[in-house]
């Protein structure tokens, strides 16, 4: 049986509350720890079948043209080399977050440096990368590609859902008190999981068994059988663990389809790894940004008019594009407004979701400018933020949901001694190091996605979860298992969650941090289901049973589980949808970041002090996983501040630094100590769990808390991000001479 | 051309025939089949494949299966004591020095590499042991937190 909840209106009961098994919201520890630390969780190449192939793709070397050729034959008298790929249903690149469906086939039609367009297969891993490596390609190449999205020639698109505009900001501009109207630009940046993606096909008869590593399977199954022509019930993905995802991970990609042709073409089963240069030419990055923003105050600094338009790019023929001012028309009030979004098509590596699209660049600009603001109007940066918090979403007038933004903002302030903050810059100096302080606010929609869960009890008092949902490291297993423990009255020990295998319920999958909320809502339905069925052997009704420690309890009655059971089995499945809540009210995460630099007098090297997220998203399930999330996005917010930045070579636009020597990601040296305070929230029309997304809030914003910092530190505003010292070290002279 | 290695993996003698371009790491997991040791960068920056080569840790991938011959080797899978996990094994896990569980194999070995040879490492010394290792999950902090108390939980055993 299933039970279902369409998300239309608030669900007033808090379900979870009323259990007294006491694990959810607890911080408990991960089933598949041990497993994890003992190298036995199996990732995508870890189950190699004896007889396997290997693959390695090839990439064009050239930005847009046409593959015309390929010396198939020299490389087929190498050592080893089974088969030659260049099917034309292979990707041009992997297919976007809940597609559903194959992206663009055919890998004679070069659309950016860096696409596959064949897979070399051999008996080795080694024979098979030197055939790939020595194959030599001839391509007709179009000279005039397009490849900055700054080219005055380069193809602008306007799509015009994507523009709004209320009121007369232009006149609001005019007469405001303070203002500020600036560029702000971000670099491209990649998702940069550890593991590689890698898939192993193997083939019995039609069907196909695929181990990716994915993080939606229920799409991900689709946009495999489309890409190949097959019916979806002939193919099985499994992906149980996942090392990583960020975003890179959402649609099926060149490297499954490959493999999954080549292991069909050889009768055998085929790997194909990605290398860590071919997961950065190959695999989405975030566009990088170009940003005007405007914002006009009155004398108090009340917020009349935000301007706020985006260029991004992406290749020709892709859907998606950075939706930068995503949280930009209800952060703030103002009754003026502009949102402008624009395209330019440019033949580089696709552009894709990596955590948090939108809000992780669009508001650390945003939240620069209101620094900026705050600067200009001399209102402190935290008060300047409290006083522009709208009491409904001015965008559609409709109330929100919940709004713990006020909150955050002062318990942040609190916590970090805010007040010992000198407003004026440059003011705290401690020997060859300039101390600032900054902060901004975090914002990050919320949104709940279609899913499934089945949940059974088994005979001996256990239960299982199955779904297809998966965890890419944030804690599902975990949290899912709390879910149904709290509802079953089971100790953590007696559940088990089975995740990663499209033979289970499709779920959402994870991304857009709605993983967690829809998925756990599916579960927590699944188990209502069989709560329900209890009850009906005990011949009672839902209010009058407890359920605790395995056994459950009715009056006076103390029955232990497998005793009601009596050898059988029960089964629950539950099913959430989206529904009107998603209109009738604006739903979103909100929290705020503290930064303290200290940047170097001489070299203009900036170097993180201390850090702090104070973070609401609803319910939080297990506050050990939740906080571990909010570390990893502020560190990603770290990389943002100083170091991550995708160099493209002007000429054909390939990724220069596409290894992890020359993408700088935050190492050690780089984190302080951070501070992570979630704060006790409930939002009754998220789900009936009343728990929102916590894995992207982290980054939304947290650049800007350590940029401004540098700013505090140096009177220096960094408007292009990364601020590295090259940026910096200018302003430092020209103040010192 | 191929080279017959042989080595002692996890107390274990094994040998094999690899080819002379074959990497410690590709040994390990495809004819080992020892596959908690990971690839992650194949540049030498993330660490998630080192293992200890006579008493030294190594990033597996950036010595030849073939330099590897007469070592004594020890992987991920060779740390824990049978069924019962290592300290430090037993330190990640309750620390929550973890995410996604890709890095993890390398951090460990890393981990108790810096405590026997540092065993009263401070926190910042820590930090900088890990240089070469990168984690994009955690944010560091648990994992530094779960080698602290690995060290304390090995110099008690």
Known sequence: ?737 | MTISVSMTVNGKTVSGDVEGRTLLVQFLREQLHLTGTHVGCDTSQCGACVVHVDGQSVKSCTILAAQANGTEVVTIEGLADGATLHPMQEAFREHHGLQCGFCTPGMLATGYDIVRRLPDADEARIRRELSGNICRCTGYHNIVKAIKAGAEKMSAA
């Open chain 1, 1 to 737: 049986m299933t039970s279902h909840i369409k998300m239309d209106e608030r669900v007033e009961r808090d379900r979870l509350a009323e259990m007294v098994q006491a694990v959810i919201g607890k911080p408990l520890d991960r089933p598949e720890g041990a497993l994890k630390v003992s190298g036995a969780a199996p990732y995508a190449m870890d189950r190699l079948p004896a007889n396997a192939c290997h693959g390695v793709l090839v990439r064009a070397t050239v930005s847009n043209g046409t593959l015309r050729d390929m010396d198939v034959d020299a490389v087929q008298a190498l050592p080893g080399i089974r088969a030659i790929i260049a099917d034309d249903r292979l990707l041009r690149n992997p297919a976007q977050g809940m597609a559903g469906e194959a992206p663009i086939q055919g890998p004679k039609d070069i659309a950016y440096f860096g696409q596959p367009i064949a897979l070399v297969v051999a008996e080795t891993f080694e024979q098979a990368r030197h055939g790939a490596q020595a194959l030599k390609l001839r391509f007709e190449a179009d000279g005039t590609a397009i490849v900055a999205p700054d080219d005055p020639k380069a193809d602008i698109e306007t799509p015009e859902d994507e523009q709004d505009s209320t009121g007369d900001l232009d006149a609001a501009m005019q007469t405001a008190r303070h203002t500020v109207d600036a560029h702000y630009t971000t670099p491209g940046h990649v998702s940069a999981a550890m593991e590689p993606h890698a898939s192993i096909a193997e083939w019995n008869g039609d069907r196909l068994t695929l181990y990716g590593s994915y993080q939606m399977l229920r799409f991900n199954r689709a946009e495999l059988a489309d890409a190949l022509g097959i019916e979806e019930k002939q193919v099985r993905i499994l992906a149980p663990y996942v090392g990583g995802g960020f975003g890179s991970k959402l649609g099926i990609g060149p490297e499954a389809v490959a493999a999954a042709l080549a292991a069909k073409a050889l009768g055998v089963p085929v790997a194909v790894a990605m290398s860590r240069q071919q997961v950065f030419e190959s695999v989405m990055r975030r566009s990088e940004t170009d940003q005007h923003i405007r914002l006009a105050a009155d004398e108090q600094g009340r917020l009349i008019g935000i301007g706020h338009e985006a260029l991004v790019s992406n290749l020709p023929g892709e859907e998606f594009s950075e939706p930068v001012t995503q949280a930009t028309p209800f952060l703030y009030q103002g009754d003026h407004r502009v949102i402008g979004h624009r395209i330019a098509r440019v033949h580089r590596t696709c552009a894709g979701s990596v955590r948090a699209p939108g809000e992780a660049v669009g508001l650390t600009a945003l939240e620069i400018a209101l620094d900026e603001l705050a600067a200009a109007s001399g209102i402190d940066p935290v008060k300047l933020r409290l006083i522009n918090i709208p009491q409904k979403d001015p965008s559609q007038d409709i109330p929100f949901s919940s709004h713990m933004l006020a909150e955050a903002l002062e318990e942040g302030a609190k916590r970090f001694d805010w007040d010992r903050r000198r407003s004026e810059p440059g003011a705290v100096r401690d020997g060859e190091w300039l101390i600032g302080m900054g902060m901004a606010s975090a914002a990050r929609v919320n949104m709940l996605i279609e899913s499934k869960a089945r949940v059974t009890l088994n005979a001996n008092g256990t239960g299982t979860v199955e779904t297809d949902m998966t965890d890419i490291g944030t804690g599902t297993y975990t949290v899912l298992s709390q879910i149904a423990g709290e509802m079953l009255g089971l100790p953590m020990d007696s559940v088990e969650t089975l995740l990663g295998d499209t033979a289970y319920p499709p779920a959402s999958g994870s991304g857009g941090s709605f993983g967690a909320a829809s998925n756990g809502t599916a579960v927590l339905l699944a188990c209502e289901e069989i709560r329900q069925q209890l009850c009906e052997r005990l011949d009672c009704d839902m209010q009058g049973l407890t359920l605790k420690d395995g056994h459950a309890i009715v009056g006076n009655r103390r029955i232990a589980l497998p005793e009601i059971l009596d050898g059988s089995r029960l089964v629950g499945e539950g099913h959430v949808e989206p529904g009107k809540a998603e209109e009738t009210v604006r739903q979103a995460t909100y929290g705020s970041y503290f930064a303290e630099v200290a940047v170097n007098a001489i070299t203009g090297e900036t170097r993180l002090r201390r850090m702090l997220g104070v973070f609401a998203a609803g319910r939080i399930l297990n506050p050990k996983t939740a906080r571990s999330q909010c570390l990893g996005g502020m560190t990603f917010g770290i990389g943002m501040a100083l170091t991550e930045e995708l160099i493209h070579d002007p000429r054909d636009g390939h990724i220069v630094n596409r290894d992890f020597a020359e993408y700088h990601l935050p190492v050690n040296a780089d984190v302080p100590q951070i501070d992570v305070v979630l704060l006790d929230e409930r939002d009754a029309w998220a789900n009936p769990l009343q728990a929102k997304g916590i894995g992207e809030l982290g980054i939304c914003g947290a650049a800007a808390s350590i940029v401004n910092a540098i700013y505090n530190a140096t009177g220096i505003r960094i408007r292009d991000l990364p601020a590295t010292l090259d940026k910096i070290i200018d302003g430092l002279q020209s103040r010192t001479d």
